[in-house]
Nanobody, 128 residues
């Protein structure tokens, strides 16, 4: 199973980006058996949960720092998860990772240790 993120870029404060995470699956992997999350990390800090989504019923969770600015969504036919990021701020600068966690129903934001597969990350830089 491979998760490939794309969409990271350099953007000015107040700008927008849409990150994509496409899952390349081996036989037997069912996209909608998993929940997906977006995390971010800056050097010297722990990986931080940004948002997560249930592929079975669309339930979403957001970190307080991104509520109202970021939107997570999924397209089960394309095996792709998106993160629409609006009103970006310098503190959003980080490497953003996509991850898959077995079990599509989520009732809370799962921590990084609960995720089974990770992408390689995509850099988001917000300039002042």
């Amino acid at each position: 199973v491979q998760l490939v993120e794309s969409g990271g870029d350099l953007v000015q404060t107040g700008g927008s980006l849409r990150l994509s995470c496409t899952v390349s699956t081996a036989s037997g992997f069912a996209f909608d058996d998993y929940a997906f999350g977006w995390f971010r990390q800056v050097p010297g800090k722990e990986r931080e949960g940004v948002s997560s989504i249930s592929t079975s019923d669309g339930t979403t969770f957001y970190a307080d720092s991104v509520k109202g600015r970021f939107t997570i969504s999924s397209d089960n036919h394309k095996n792709t998860v998106y993160l629409q990021m609006n009103d970006l701020q310098p503190e959003d600068t980080a490497v953003y990772f996509c991850a898959a966690s077995w079990g599509p129903v989520i009732t809370f934001m799962r921590g990084p240790s609960m995720y089974d597969y990770w992408g390689q990350g995509t850099q988001v830089t917000v300039s002042t």
